[in-house]
């Protein structure tokens, strides 16, 4: 099966206000999407890093530091192409338990598969899919939030990023039965450095040496980062914005945000089976993106 995956989902209030001008009476995010959602739903599987939590039914946004985003970008992902998001990022709890509660609903509403927290105990462990009859386990998992410190209590609604954790789950998941696990990374600590921390380099090396994690994805740096390929697998660090309002603009301008932030990938990989019925990525390639912000279409260059 074939695999798409993109970096950072980030609603700022700019991007709210072109999609209300599309939308009329609510907000359309689907033309932003327009030009990438042929790449998008060409793939068996295709995964998004949604960062900015959605607004329960609208009465309420905030567009920064903290977010609650209209609710109708769950729409706009699912038009595009994408069967699943990973949600567990810094801002996931800006909008308190009701915000990841609205942002899970939402976007089981749209048929969308959500990895990284749970509105209950129940609903904790990976995202499923089975493209090409694969069975496929996505993990989702973030070092930081805004307003609280990690591991949060309850663990079910963001899923804290520790090594041994993510391992343990991983081993779970093959057990309960998954060929291939995907995990989503949202770290990046600073942010805006196009290399690797210590961090990221430790953790990505741990990860890809296990023999249960097969693909890492990572986003948080807000942009483009090093692929970092060891033990035959890929872990693809930083994807960089895909949608935002970063760098900036002359009403609201990201002083710190460098002109990279207006980049991103789609990442793309095939995957096979190898004689001994291990799932492994044979071929790996990406299309560079870019943000034009007089319309917040997502360019593939």
């Given at each position: 099966f074939t695999l798409v995956a993109t970096g950072e989902l980030l609603i700022h209030e700019f991007v709210a206000?072109?999609?209300?001008?599309?939308?009329?009476?609510?907000?359309?995010?689907?033309?932003?999407?327009?030009?990438?959602?042929?790449?998008?739903?060409?793939?068996?599987?295709?995964?998004?890093?949604?960062?900015?939590?959605?607004?329960?039914?609208?009465?309420?946004?905030?567009?920064?530091?903290?977010?609650?985003?209209?609710?109708?970008?769950?729409?706009?992902?699912?038009?595009?192409?994408?069967?699943?998001?990973?949600?567990?990022?810094?801002?996931?709890?800006?909008?308190?338990?009701?915000?990841?509660?609205?942002?899970?609903?939402?976007?089981?509403?749209?048929?969308?598969?959500?990895?990284?927290?749970?509105?209950?105990?129940?609903?904790?462990?990976?995202?499923?899919?089975?493209?090409?009859?694969?069975?496929?386990?996505?993990?989702?998992?973030?070092?930081?939030?805004?307003?609280?410190?990690?591991?949060?209590?309850?663990?079910?609604?963001?899923?804290?990023?520790?090594?041994?954790?993510i391992l343990t789950d991983a081993d779970n998941a093959v057990a309960d039965g998954a060929e291939f696990v995907v995990v989503s990374l949202h770290f990046g600590e600073p942010a805006y450095q196009t290399g690797l921390s210590a961090k990221q380099s430790a953790i990505a090396e741990r990860l890809l040496y296990s023999p249960k994690v097969d693909l890492v994805i990572g986003h948080g740096a807000h942009v483009i980062q090093p692929v970092v390929y060891q033990n035959g697998k890929y872990a693809v660090v930083g994807l960089g914005n895909f949608l935002s309002n970063q760098p900036g603009d002359a009403r609201k301008r990201c002083t710190e945000c460098p002109p990279g932030t207006q980049d991103g990938l789609v990442a793309w990989f095939a995957v096979a089976e190898l004689p001994d019925g291990s799932f492994t990525v044979t071929d790996a390639g990406y299309v560079p993106t870019w943000v034009d912000r007089k319309t917040y279409e997502i360019v593939p260059l």
């Open positions: 206000d072109t999609a209300a001008l599309y939308g009329g009476d609510g907000f359309d995010f689907s033309p932003m999407f327009r030009r990438v959602r042929p790449i998008l739903a060409g793939a068996d599987l295709a995964l998004c890093h949604l960062e900015t939590p959605l607004s329960p039914d609208n009465s309420k946004f905030d567009f920064y530091p903290l977010f609650q985003v209209p609710f109708e970008l769950a729409t706009a992902i699912e038009g595009a192409g994408y069967d699943g998001c990973s949600v567990a990022s810094n801002h996931l709890l800006d909008g308190g338990e009701a915000g990841v509660v609205a942002t899970l609903n939402h976007l089981d509403d749209a048929g969308v598969a959500v990895a990284g927290a749970a509105a209950d105990p129940t609903g904790v462990g990976p995202a499923w899919f089975s493209p090409g009859e694969v069975t496929v386990a996505h993990l989702s998992y973030t070092d930081t939030l805004n307003v609280a410190s990690l591991p949060f209590d309850p663990p079910w609604l963001v899923n804290n990023l520790e090594g041994d954790k």
